[in-house]
């Protein structure tokens, strides 16, 4: 620093003037922020805009500036002032414009005329220079009462009249309270006192006392300030072009050239001004060596010190370096060699397995050649990944091998094309071999296409194989149809003559037992080919157990036996799916042998719906069509057997051609029936044996259908009988209900026939009971058989033969419906109330029909008891004419009804007649006083009841007759 003072300087001399540096201090100071060291401003505006912008709040309408240590400014009140006392705050203290003004204006007015030097100090603000004073701050206009404006400009005016209340916790101290600790402390205090002179006497003498050394610094300190600030900068430096013209001003220079004695002036001033400042810091300089002499040759001794230790230690050094080389060339060295030639064969050993690595390695393609030639495409994949996984760990950076990792890459995509070509190969071969071969094509060649292709994660071979084995469903089927239409062609002329028709024409012109026998020939053909991809599907279920390392799971309950391929599979070390992988492949192998079984079906069906074009299977007889059934339901429960799984295409099918076949059945039948009822004059039949041979079995098996089977042989040798035995009950019938029972059974039959056809069945039977009931209603209740038939009049006769023939259906009907209940599913078992609301109708129907025999007996009654009359001869006329109607009557009936039966309607019968007698007595005026009227009545009763007893069944019949007095 004095150095560069003394550069800047000229030899002489000139007196300090503290206001000339002031005012060039003032001057500059809006240059940068004392605050914020990264602006720098170029005109005083810019400065104030920025300390209106980061050292300016706003309180109110006050503006408070904040340019200062800890956000104070010192020379502006904390209260804020208006906008235009901000603004000549800012110019006033903070860029020094107002100063310099005055400072100018002042120097003009002088004697000499200088303007004022840019240097010159700026005085400190002190108390004078305030605008404002004490009093006028105290003193509000607005107020009248002066004496309590101080307190209440700020809290208000309740202030000074709040009275504050002593607290109730904390005592009232005074004086007393600390004189105990008075006390105790004085001695202390006054010792303390003692000690303090007798330092100051002792440090008034030592220049180096702490008394001293404070007053030194604080006259260090005063001298110091004189100094700017500028030149204690720790960043000083006279190439920055703003502290040079600071402390030298470029103005003062050109002045100078000028030769005027103002600038003249200036400049020696200034070096005057350098010049002080220069011996004030010489003087420090000297006072701080002064004052510190003695620890600076205290410490240049002890740096003499530290230099006799470094040699010594150096020298110690040398000698611990020269004992550690003897041990090394003694002790470390020769073992170091060993070490080293240790290592030396270490690495020749690598280096020559390394050879030998690469030798194996420069063999894998003939290798993998005669793999491929031997079909072992999973060693050579194996080979391939293995050597590649070599090439990028072990043998990076070998030049010689850098083409090798593609050329195997090309030779993994060849093999993955060659497998899937043999693939391709295989399932055609496998597949189209006759159909009498039944082992597995070459199985150990399918294992290992499989797991190649598992090896390369090629999955899609199963869709072609699904693809492949599709292709020779259909081509099994069409060639069994061509090799069947040919020789049916061969054997038969008529066909010969539609040879140029199509295959489907021809197919059409088989009679059933030959389309029926090429059916089955196709079904026997399917199930050999179905079998045959059952083994495949299986071997390849094995394999890809084998290759998830499950080999002792099983893939099949027919796999039974370990095949040589099994062998192979096994002995697979790695795992080359992962259980996902695995569990898709289980499922997709499942799905496909379901998916080829639901394929035979489907062919199936196309097959059966191009015969039934013409309506060839609607014609089919009830044993034809059973025949047909069987034979579907066989071939569809040898497919789900396969596959496990229910197939519904065929069966679906079965069921259309089964419903149609039911409708015609059903119409067959129902248009029979129709036809016999509307000729049946319903007068008694006989029972043929064969009847008699199925009532008797259905009450020995207590089952329809067998019944029906069972035929006696004998049953045509042996005569008629006039009615039919049911459990020791005689049912007398016409012809028609025989046939009813017959259709029945047929259905029941037909049902045990086609279980998928039940709910079509039972409503078809439900319909033909109904018809039955309904067409026998208005035949013989409604009278209709007059005019369809010819008859003059329905009898009693026909009524009680309708009545039995109705009671032996109903007695049936509970019968069919355990039937139907055995064979139905549990959802549909609510169709069995059907048969519940047939049987009511039928009961209905039969106390009808005795209702109108009871009504034609009470018409008898009122007809001829309107005319009796009381008097001789005695039995009367009257009472003959009754009895001989209801002799008619009971031998119409005698041998058609049970006993019971007859009873019962005899019972309703003599109730009628003794209402109507009993009215006819009270109409007559006759009473039992026993007078001759009443003797002539009884007369007439005893014979009505000796006539009564006489018929069959009714002998207990009447009761006492007492009751038609009752009300006479």
């Known amino acids: 620093m004095r150095n560069m003072m003394a550069a800047s300087l000229s030899p002489k001399r000139k007196p300090y003037n503290p206001s000339v540096d002031g005012l060039k201090r003032n001057v500059t100071k809006w240059r940068n ?75 003009q007015l002088s004697p000499t005329g200088l303007q004022p030097a840019i240097v010159t100090d700026q005085d400190k603000w002190t108390v004078y ?52 600790y008075f006390r105790k402390i004085t001695s202390k205090f006054k010792k303390h006192l003692q000690l303090q002179e007798t330092l100051a006497d002792n440090g008034f003498n030592d220049a180096n006392s702490p008394l001293k050394l404070a007053s030194h610094r604080d006259r260090s300190k005063a001298d110091l300030e004189q100094v700017p600030k500028l030149f204690m900068k720790p960043d000083f430096a006279l190439e920055n072009a703003e502290v040079f013209n600071a402390v030298l001003p470029w103005s003062q220079f050109t002045q100078a050239k000028e030769s005027s004695p103002t600038a003249r002036s200036s400049s020696k001033l200034l070096q005057e001004k350098l010049s002080h400042y220069l011996d004030i810091v010489e003087v420090q300089i000297a006072r701080q060596i002064s004052l510190r002499s003695e620890a600076f040759f205290s410490a240049m001794a002890s740096h003499d010190e530290l230099q006799e230790h470094l040699t010594k230690t150096c020298r110690a050094i040398r000698q611990l370096r020269e004992k550690v080389h003897r041990i090394d060339a003694l002790l470390v060295k020769g073992s170091l060699e060993i070490l080293q030639l240790r290592i030396s064969r270490a690495n ?205 799971s099983s893939a099949s309950s027919s796999d039974t036996c370990v095949s040589p391929a099994q062998d192979n599979t096994e002995v697979l070390g790695d795992v080359l799916i992962d259980s996902i992988e695995y569990s898709k492949l289980c499922t997709n192998l499942k799905e496909l042998l379901c998916f080829l079984c639901d394929y035979a079906n489907d062919r199936c069906v196309k097959l059966l719906l191009a015969r039934s074009k013409d309506g060839f299977l609607e014609k089919l007889s009830s044993s034809e069509f059973l025949d047909l059934s069987r034979a579907i339901e066989q071939f569809v429960s040898d497919c789900e ?48 044996a064969e009847f008699q041979d199925l009532v008797n079995a259905i009450a020995v098996s207590g089952k329809l259908t067998e019944a029906f089977v069972t035929k006696s042989e004998s049953a045509e040798e042996r005569k008629a009988s006039d009615y039919l035995e049911i459990n020791g009950q005689r049912y007398a019938v016409v012809g028609t209900v025989l046939l009813l029972l017959k259709m029945i059974l047929e259905y029941c039959q037909c049902l045990d026939d086609m279980p998928s056809a039940i709910p079509d069945i039972l409503t078809r039977l439900v319909e033909i009971l109904q018809n039955f009931n309904s067409r026998t209603c208005q035949l013989v209740l409604g009278a209709g058989a007059l005019q369809l038939v010819g008859l003059k009049t329905i009898t009693t006769k026909n009524l009680a033969l309708a009545s039995r023939c109705l009671q032996l259906v109903a007695y049936y009907i509970p019968f069919v419906k355990t039937h139907f209940e055995e064979r139905l599913q549990p959802k549909q078992l609510v169709m069995l109330k059907n048969f519940d609301k047939i049987l009511k109708d039928y009961n209905d129907h039969v106390q009808e029909i005795s209702s109108k025999l009871v009504a034609i007996m009470d018409s008898s009654f009122e007809k001829h008891l309107s005319k009796w009359e009381v008097k001789a001869p005695v039995p009367s006329t009257t009472f003959r004419a009754i009895c001989k109607q209801i002799y008619k009557l009971h031998e119409a009936i005698i041998d058609l009804l049970p006993p019971e039966q ?67």
């Open 348 to 552: 020749y050993v690598k280096l020559y397995n390394k050879l030998k690595l690469m030798a194996t390695v420069h063999q894998t393609q003939p290798t993998i050649q005669l793999l491929l030639s031997t079909s072992e495409f999973v060693g050579a994949l194996d080979l391939i990944a293995t050597t590649q996984e070599v090439l990028s760990q072990e043998l990076v950076g070998i030049q010689s091998f850098r083409h090798l990792g593609s050329q195997l890459a090309e030779i993994e995509k060849l093999i993955d094309k060659m497998i899937q070509e043999d693939f391709g190969n295989y399932c055609i071969d496998g597949l189209n071999r006759p159909l009498d071969q039944c082992n597995i094509h070459e199985e150990e060649r399918l294992s290992t296409i499989v797991l190649g292709m598992l090896r390369q994660h090629r999955f899609n071979f199963l869709e072609v194989y699904r693809e492949e084995s599709a292709t020779s469903i259909k081509a099994v089927v069409k060639q069994t149809v061509v090799t069947y239409v040919a020789s049916a062609d061969d054997t038969d002329s008529e066909t010969n003559a539609v040879s140029g028709s199509s295959l489907a024409d021809k197919m059409r012109s088989l009679n059933f037992d030959e389309w029926m026998d090429l059916f089955k020939e196709v079904f026997v053909n399917l199930l050999l080919l179905v079998q045959r991809i059952k083994d495949i599907l299986n071997v390849m279920r094995r394999v890809v157990n084998a290759a998830a390392g499950k080999h002792h």
């Open 33 to 107: 922020c004392a605050l914020c060291t990264k602006f720098h401003f170029q005109s005083p505006g810019d400065f104030c805009r920025h300390l209106r912008e980061y050292h300016c709040t706003k309180e109110g309408g006050s503006y408070v500036c904040r340019y200062g240590e800890n956000g104070v400014c010192p020379t502006l009140p904390l209260e804020g002032v208006s906008d235009g006392d901000y603004e000549s705050h800012v110019a006033r203290h903070h860029t020094g414009l107002a100063e310099v003004s005055n400072s100018t204006h002042s120097t």
């Open 129 to 180: 220079h305030s605008t404002q004073n004490l009093p006028a701050v105290l003193n509000d206009p607005r107020k009248t009462r002066r004496e309590v404006d101080f307190f209440t400009k700020t809290w208000g005016e309740g202030f000074e009249k709040t009275e504050v209340l002593p607290s109730p916790y904390v005592p009232e101290i005074t004086r007393s309270h600390f004189d105990r």
């Open 641 to 688: 057997e396969m596959c496990s799984r229910r197939s519904t295409s065929l069966r679906g099918c079965l069921q259309n051609q089964a419903s149609k076949f039911v409708n015609r059945f059903h119409d067959e039948r129902k248009t029979k029936l129709s036809l016999i009822l509307e000729s049946e004059r319903w007068k008694q039949t006989d029972v043929p």
């Open 902 to 968: 007859i009873k019962v309607l005899f019972m309703r019968i003599n109730v009628s007649f003794k209402e109507h007698l009993r009215q006819q007595l009270i109409k007559l005026c006759v009473t039992n006083d026993g007078g001759p009227q009443h003797g002539l009545v009884t007369s007439d009763l005893v014979f009505y009841t000796e006539n009564l007893k006489t018929l069959s069944c009714l002998e207990d019949l009447v009761d006492n007759m007492d009751s038609i007095w009752s009300n006479s």
